[in-house]
């Protein structure tokens, strides 16, 4: 395996604590999903439908605060933003558990458009810490960072709940997002550039210039992505209860989460760059036939594991996409609406592979959420085809225009 990728970009000032601040601190955000579903049905004595309208609240939320939030990153800088939005967290959380169900809905929709923009501000650092060649491998890095802080989060949240309690769990899990406010407030990543800091305030680009067919493609497949992730998580857990394996749940997680991570290394270590469209739409189509292992856990361990492996690779490169689409003017809001894109495609994936599974069987929950997923990528086909040739010939124009010969100077005689 080629390391050189990884050990160029880790060598980039700031790029090896970006990184741990990451892994870090999105491992507190990635337990509240199960944390306040605990909360709500153990302690509030709700049932799980509850339960689930408040983690949709906060993820529209967070969806309508994304762009917002990143908006004001370029505006305004980045610590007034975590200013804002810690002090939020720490708001939601210490009270959240003494909130009614009734007032704790309103508060989860406030909770996630003010949360701590974690995911998308460390994207945008990374396009200003990382030169375009080189940010594949350091996108890749920070997918792999994803799927690890998704294995840990969710497993310490249970283990609280279980050991402790479901409302203590939940003091813990905002105590943990706070700290990581902090932290990222004290390291301060660079969301410019060196050389895009010095030329000073830029102006600001308008929403039609930037937001182009081709940006919202990418957009549209990175909702697609997490469909198909959301949809296999619940359909993964379906198989396994239909067949009385549930018992096997976490190790046929971690298996999928172990090729998502091998996956991703991979993906940063090779030399060239792989279209989103193209790794969406193999994703979905390796997604498709996952339910025929269900009859065995360890044969569904095995079907999991092609579109394992195109998991990180795929959320990386459209993070890439992104941030060479984008102008660096307006890269926060670019990021936010990435951000909002991957949380609605994981909050409509769930629910609907949940429905096909409730109207049909559990393998049919893999099937239809793959083939959205190999669907939307053969809808924005067309567009990155088009600007694909649009930058070949704009490529052979450039390169002809330097071969032209100088004109001689005319002699004086």
């Given at each position: 395996m080629n390391m050189k990728p990884y050990r160029a970009a880790l060598a980039l000032p700031g790029l090896?604590?970006?990184?741990?601040?990451?892994?870090?601190?999105?491992?507190?955000?990635?337990?509240?999903?199960?944390?306040?579903?605990?909360?709500?049905?153990?302690?509030?004595?709700?049932?799980?439908?509850?339960?689930?309208?408040?983690?949709?609240?906060?993820?529209?939320?967070?969806?309508?605060?994304?762009?917002?939030?990143?908006?004001?990153?370029?505006?305004?800088?980045?610590?007034?933003?975590?200013?804002?939005?810690?002090?939020?967290?720490?708001?939601?959380?210490?009270?959240?558990?003494?909130?009614?169900?009734?007032?704790?809905?309103?508060?989860?929709?406030?909770?996630?458009?003010?949360?701590?923009?974690?995911?998308?501000?460390?994207?945008q650092s990374i396009a200003a810490l990382v030169p375009a060649e080189k940010r594949r491998p350091a996108y890749a890095l920070d997918s792999m960072s994803v799927e690890l802080s998704f294995m840990i989060g969710p497993a310490l949240a249970t283990v609280g709940v279980t050991t402790i309690s479901a409302r203590l769990t939940l003091y813990l899990v905002g105590a943990g997002i706070v700290v990581a406010g902090v932290a990222l407030w004290l390291l301060n990543p660079a969301v410019r550039s060196a050389a895009e800091a010095s030329t000073g305030p830029q102006p600001r680009v308008a929403r039609r210039q930037w937001l182009t067919s081709r940006l919202v493609a990418v957009f549209a497949v990175s909702a697609a992505a997490t469909l198909v992730l959301g949809g296999t998580d619940v359909a993964v857990i379906a198989v396994l209860r239909e067949n009385g394996d549930v018992g096997f749940t976490g190790a046929v997680l971690s298996i999928w989460a172990v090729a998502s991570l091998v996956g991703g290394f991979t993906y940063g270590a090779v030399h060239r760059s792989f279209s989103p469209v193209a790794l969406v739409g193999a994703l979905g189509l390796?997604?498709?036939?996952?339910?025929?292992?269900?009859?065995?856990?360890?044969?569904?361990?095995?079907?999991?594991?092609?579109?394992?492996?195109?998991?990180?690779?795929?959320?990386?490169?459209?993070?890439?996409?992104?941030?060479?689409?984008?102008?660096?003017?307006?890269?926060?809001?670019?990021?936010?609406?990435?951000?909002?894109?991957?949380?609605?495609?994981?909050?409509?994936?769930?629910?609907?592979?949940?429905?096909?599974?409730?109207?049909?069987?559990?393998?049919?929950?893999?099937?239809?959420?793959?083939?959205?997923?190999?669907?939307?990528?053969?809808?924005?086909?067309?567009?990155?085809?088009?600007?694909?040739?649009?930058?070949?010939?704009?490529?052979?124009?450039?390169?002809?225009?330097?071969?032209?010969?100088?004109?001689?100077?005319?002699t004086v005689s």
């Amino acid at each position: 395996m080629n390391m050189k990728p990884y050990r160029a970009a880790l060598a980039l000032p700031g790029l090896r604590s970006l990184l741990l601040v990451a892994v870090l601190a999105r491992v507190p955000l990635t337990a509240t999903g199960v944390t306040l579903t605990f909360y709500v049905v153990q302690d509030l004595g709700r049932g799980y439908g509850a339960a689930g309208l408040v983690g949709a609240a906060i993820t529209v939320g967070a969806a309508v605060g994304g762009p917002l939030l990143g908006r004001l990153v370029d505006r305004r800088g980045l610590r007034p933003v975590l200013v804002l939005t810690t002090v939020a967290e720490a708001a939601f959380w210490s009270t959240a558990p003494m909130l009614s169900y009734y007032l704790l809905l309103p508060a989860a929709f406030l909770a996630g458009l003010l949360a701590l923009p974690i995911f998308s501000v460390i994207r945008q650092s990374i396009a200003a810490l990382v030169p375009a060649e080189k940010r594949r491998p350091a996108y890749a890095l920070d997918s792999m960072s994803v799927e690890l802080s998704f294995m840990i989060g969710p497993a310490l949240a249970t283990v609280g709940v279980t050991t402790i309690s479901a409302r203590l769990t939940l003091y813990l899990v905002g105590a943990g997002i706070v700290v990581a406010g902090v932290a990222l407030w004290l390291l301060n990543p660079a969301v410019r550039s060196a050389a895009e800091a010095s030329t000073g305030p830029q102006p600001r680009v308008a929403r039609r210039q930037w937001l182009t067919s081709r940006l919202v493609a990418v957009f549209a497949v990175s909702a697609a992505a997490t469909l198909v992730l959301g949809g296999t998580d619940v359909a993964v857990i379906a198989v396994l209860r239909e067949n009385g394996d549930v018992g096997f749940t976490g190790a046929v997680l971690s298996i999928w989460a172990v090729a998502s991570l091998v996956g991703g290394f991979t993906y940063g270590a090779v030399h060239r760059s792989f279209s989103p469209v193209a790794l969406v739409g193999a994703l979905g189509l390796c997604t498709i036939p996952v339910g025929l292992g269900g009859a065995h856990w360890w044969l569904l361990c095995l079907a999991l594991i092609p579109a394992g492996l195109l998991c990180a690779p795929t959320i990386a490169a459209t993070s890439d996409a992104v941030s060479r689409l984008a102008p660096a003017s307006v890269r926060g809001e670019a990021m936010g609406m990435h951000g909002s894109a991957v949380t609605v495609g994981i909050a409509v994936g769930a629910p609907l592979a949940g429905a096909v599974i409730d109207a049909s069987a559990p393998l049919w929950g893999f099937a239809v959420t793959g083939a959205i997923g190999a669907l939307v990528a053969l809808v924005v086909l067309p567009i990155e085809l088009r600007h694909r040739r649009a930058d070949v010939a704009a490529t052979a124009a450039r390169d002809g225009d330097e071969r032209l010969p100088t004109p001689l100077a005319p002699t004086v005689s």
